[in-house]
């Protein structure tokens, strides 16, 4: 019994923090950031996780469910709509951003924009790691891989919008509050629109077009940094 939640631990969380992590560092294999540096932020991002599932845990006392499989349970589909905008995209988008403006931006390694793509995504993998932690009770079979795969990867990509604008105007000179103020929300709406599109068999295909065209965006914004670099 202890292998086999051994080998569900590692399947889970180790894993594929492990891959996509170093799916991103590859990606900015030109001046790639210490391994150090990425094992902390996705440590802070454990930890946002910790912190987010806190506050979902207080949710009731503002006459909120605490947690979207409760809602989902319900089946109410506006529920579900207003609940994925309004509570869980930027109540996670919000916890993931806060280690990154209060102590990633700081750091001298961050001084490309694709730096905060790097450093937003293993955030934002050590949250999904955390939130993996606790579906791994009920995870079995496909959907147990395909959470486990997919959920860093969605968690990384929403949380790369912020991470690329604001390490892009930190760069350039301008206002990291206007650049937050304006890709935090963005990412929020993508999260919280993925997680109404996950909900219904006959939407979920649009979840998967919805990741692919974020994917498309964050190679081309990289792309596009490495060839004005």
Not at 64 to 79: H, I, K, S
């Amino acid at each position: 019994m202890e292998g086999v939640i051994f080998w569900k631990i590692l399947a889970s969380i180790i894993g594929p923090a492990i891959f996509w992590i170093g799916y991103f560092y590859y990606k900015d294999r030109r001046q790639p950031e210490p391994l150090i540096n990425l094992l902390e932020a996705f440590l802070m991002g454990v930890l946002a996780g910790f912190a987010c599932f806190l506050t979902y845990r207080q949710l009731p006392m503002l006459g909120l469910p605490q947690g979207f499989n409760l809602v989902v349970a319900r089946g109410q589909a506006r529920e579900i709509f207003m609940y994925s905008l309004g509570v869980v995209g930027p109540l996670e988008e919000l916890f993931k951003f806060l280690p990154f403006a209060l102590f990633i931006l700081r750091w001298r390694d961050l001084d490309e924009p694709a730096d905060g793509v790097v450093y937003a995504s293993s955030v934002a993998i050590g949250f999904a790691s955390f939130e993996n932690l606790g579906y791994l009770p009920m995870m079995t079979g496909v959907a147990f891989f395909g959470r486990a795969v997919a959920s860093p990867l969605t968690h990384a990509l929403f949380s790369s919008i912020w991470g690329y604008f604001v390490a892009r105007a930190k760069m350039k000179g301008k206002s990291v509050f206007l650049a937050a103020l304006i890709s935090l929300p963005l990412s929020a709406v993508f999260h919280g629109l993925f997680n109404v599109l996950t909900v219904s068999n006959y939407l979920r295909v649009y979840s998967a077009i919805l990741v692919l065209l974020l994917w498309l965006l964050l190679i081309y914004l990289l792309e596009r940094h490495k060839k004005t670099a």
